[in-house]
């Protein structure tokens, strides 16, 4: 079986209650505050072991993160590669309107002190088959990717937060992409997902390429295949992890061996339970959710 490492963010989230996102020169005022516990990494680290996977994650926190280390042990997550850094703990201010929509402002702290010893150090128990999960909120991921696919790894990348310096990865190491349409348009110029998907095949070819589309599902491109799957009836709360938990869930199931429309449909469901729920990693379901509950598609 193969053995997952996520080399990623830890955050603490802010969360505000807001009547409209804040718009440029406005003071608003916030109904509550709350604080979770966060970043893609640890979401999408979460996301696997509540999935009933096995995964370890790898990055820094300030001598305000223990509680994230200890968010992760409890989830059932390896905590041996998560170290202290004299930089203060990443953090995010989020926007949370009544329609459950999000606008997100991070600050990266000690998620972007990873330096090349770090990465070697993570991977060096690691080895062919196995699968390294990446996302845009630590530093070194282009010398993570390299490394990784050198030991014969497989590499799952979510490019967010978007940035330049996405363009100068060494984006034909990836093997497996899970991005949404912000995302997939930045990186093609493109703005229809079926001409984003199209796009990404073509300047990827092999790769597995996931288009999540919010409500109106996902698509997925895998050589001259394209599979598609929808929505789930829910009442939305608050779609901060949604993406991670679709990350994480979808990861985990194809390692477990599903096909790859299984696997969709597996990490939809997920994703549609976390969307109902406020929060970030506290919204992420476990498996039994996810197999045992009743799940209406949207029509």
Same mark, same amino acid.
Request: hydrophobic fraction near 40%.
């Given at each position: 079986m193969p053995r997952v490492l996520n080399i990623g963010s830890l955050n603490i989230d802010y969360v505000y209650a807001v009547p409209?996102?804040?718009? =440029?020169?406005?003071t608003l005022s916030s109904t509550s505050r709350q604080i979770f516990p966060g970043g893609k990494g640890l979401n999408q680290s979460i996301a696997v072991a509540r999935a009933g996977g096995e995964v370890t994650h790898a990055g820094m926190v300030g001598d305000d993160g223990d509680y994230l280390i200890k968010q992760l042990r409890d989830a059932g997550v390896d905590t041996g590669l998560v170290?202290?850094?004299?930089h203060?703990?990443?953090?995010?201010?989020?926007?949370?309107t009544p329609e459950g929509e999000n606008s997100i402002i991070l600050y990266p702290g000690a998620n972007h002190q990873l330096d090349e010893a770090f990465i070697d150090r993570a991977l060096a128990s690691f080895g062919k088959g196995d699968v390294l999960i990446l996302q845009n909120e630590v530093s070194r991921i #282009?010398? #993570?990717m390299q490394s990784a696919k050198a030991k014969g790894m497989i590499v799952a990348f979510n490019p967010s937060p978007f940035s330049p310096d996405i363009l100068r990865y060494p984006l034909g190491l990836v093997d497996w992409w899970l991005l949404n349409e912000i995302e997939g348009g930045l990186l093609t110029g493109q703005a229809d997902p079926d001409a984003i998907l199209n796009t990404m095949g073509t300047l990827y070819a092999g790769s597995v390429i996931i288009l999540t589309l919010g409500k109106e599902g996902v698509l997925c491109r895998f050589g001259p295949n394209t599979y598609r799957h929808g929505c789930y009836r829910t009442h939305v709360q608050d779609t901060t992890a949604a993406g991670d938990t679709f990350t994480g869930y979808y990861?985990? #199931?194809?390692?477990?061996?599903?096909?790859?429309?299984? #696997?969709l449909r597996l990490a939809s469901? =997920? =994703? *549609?339970?976390?969307? *109902?729920?406020?929060?970030a990693s506290v919204s992420i379901p476990h498996w039994d959710e996810v197999v045992n509950g009743t799940h209406v598609p949207l029509a």
């Amino acid at each position: 079986m193969p053995r997952v490492l996520n080399i990623g963010s830890l955050n603490i989230d802010y969360v505000y209650a807001v009547p409209h996102f804040a718009r =440029a020169g406005e003071t608003l005022s916030s109904t509550s505050r709350q604080i979770f516990p966060g970043g893609k990494g640890l979401n999408q680290s979460i996301a696997v072991a509540r999935a009933g996977g096995e995964v370890t994650h790898a990055g820094m926190v300030g001598d305000d993160g223990d509680y994230l280390i200890k968010q992760l042990r409890d989830a059932g997550v390896d905590t041996g590669l998560v170290v202290q850094s004299s930089h203060p703990t990443g953090h995010t201010m989020i926007q949370v309107t009544p329609e459950g929509e999000n606008s997100i402002i991070l600050y990266p702290g000690a998620n972007h002190q990873l330096d090349e010893a770090f990465i070697d150090r993570a991977l060096a128990s690691f080895g062919k088959g196995d699968v390294l999960i990446l996302q845009n909120e630590v530093s070194r991921i #282009a010398y #993570a990717m390299q490394s990784a696919k050198a030991k014969g790894m497989i590499v799952a990348f979510n490019p967010s937060p978007f940035s330049p310096d996405i363009l100068r990865y060494p984006l034909g190491l990836v093997d497996w992409w899970l991005l949404n349409e912000i995302e997939g348009g930045l990186l093609t110029g493109q703005a229809d997902p079926d001409a984003i998907l199209n796009t990404m095949g073509t300047l990827y070819a092999g790769s597995v390429i996931i288009l999540t589309l919010g409500k109106e599902g996902v698509l997925c491109r895998f050589g001259p295949n394209t599979y598609r799957h929808g929505c789930y009836r829910t009442h939305v709360q608050d779609t901060t992890a949604a993406g991670d938990t679709f990350t994480g869930y979808y990861i985990n #199931a194809v390692i477990k061996g599903k096909g790859i429309q299984d #696997a969709l449909r597996l990490a939809s469901i =997920a =994703a *549609s339970v976390s969307v *109902s729920r406020k929060g970030a990693s506290v919204s992420i379901p476990h498996w039994d959710e996810v197999v045992n509950g009743t799940h209406v598609p949207l029509a």
